[in-house]
Antibody, heavy 115, light 112 residues
Framework: EVKLVESGGGLVQPGRSLKLSCAASGFSFNDYWMGWVRQAPGKGLEWIGEINQDSSTINYTPSLKDKFTISRDNAQNTLYLQMSKLGSEDTAIYYC????????WGQGVMVTVSS | DVVLTQTPVSLSVTLGDQASISCRSSQSLVYSDGNTYLKWYLQKPGQSPQLLIYEVSNRFSGVPDRFIGSGSGTDFTLKISRVEPEDLGVYYCFQATHDPLTFGSGTKLEIK
């Protein structure tokens, strides 16, 4: 069974950084591109970016390219999202997903940016 | 960026009736390999999005044949025949043809 479990969310002060993790199981992690999507409270879905199997290609939505960094550790079957200079506009549920089909998604992790 | 315009914004349907959602793209979603990377998701209340349809018309594993995707180029439609209670939620179209990838703004399906 494919399983994606995000962690690392919580309350963070404006201007600070936070790193999210996504633990993958049930499939060959290093065979797949992986990605991140977020959803602000009561709003729609926003694509953050994606990373290929060996981390040689990473694509971001332009508005987040200078703030967010996607990485992965294939030995640990884990995807990461490093977020910096966080503002209230980054308050959202963050989902990781398996790419190509964007078929399997995690349950999401909440990040709240507030003083 | 590609803009996906979904209509209607909300839809109230009687159980057993058909529902239809439109997704129009600001540019063609045909990729250089000939495929069209347009997908449909349902996000049920309190859950993460679940894939229904990929590449315009292919039902994902376990998705009932009541869900039918169609379209080409810039115009796409998701039809749900014989709406059931578990179909309520917000439907999103999503294009993975052009960077940055983008979602439609969603269509909320309610049961009358």
């Amino acid at each position: 069974e494919v399983k994606l479990v995000e962690s690392g969310g919580g309350l963070v002060q404006p201007g600070r950084s936070l790193k999210l993790s996504c633990a993958a199981s049930g499939f060959s992690f290093n065979d797949y591109w992986m990605g991140w999507v977020r959803q602000a409270p009561g709003k729609g879905l926003e694509w953050i970016g994606e990373i290929n199997q060996d981390s040689s290609t990473i694509n971001y939505t332009p508005s987040l390219k200078d703030k967010f960094t996607i990485s992965r550790d294939n030995a640990q079957n884990t995807l990461y999202l490093q977020m910096s200079k966080l503002g209230s506009e980054d308050t959202a549920i963050y989902y990781c997903a398996r790419v190509i089909l964007w078929d399997y998604w995690g349950q999401g992790v909440m990040v709240t940016v507030s003083s | 960026d590609v803009v996906l315009t979904q209509t209607p914004v909300s839809l109230s349907v009687t159980l057993g009736d058909q529902a239809s959602i439109s997704c129009r793209s600001s540019q063609s979603l045909v990729y250089s390999d000939g495929n069209t990377y347009l997908k449909w998701y349902l996000q049920k209340p309190g859950q993460s999005p679940q894939l229904l349809i990929y590449e315009v018309s292919n039902r994902f594993s376990g998705v009932p044949d009541r869900f039918i995707g169609s379209g080409s180029g810039t115009d796409f439609t998701l039809k749900i025949s014989r709406v059931e209670p578990e179909d309520l939620g917000v439907y999103y179209c999503f294009q993975a043809t052009h960077d940055p990838l983008t979602f439609g703004s969603g269509t909320k399906l309610e049961i009358k």
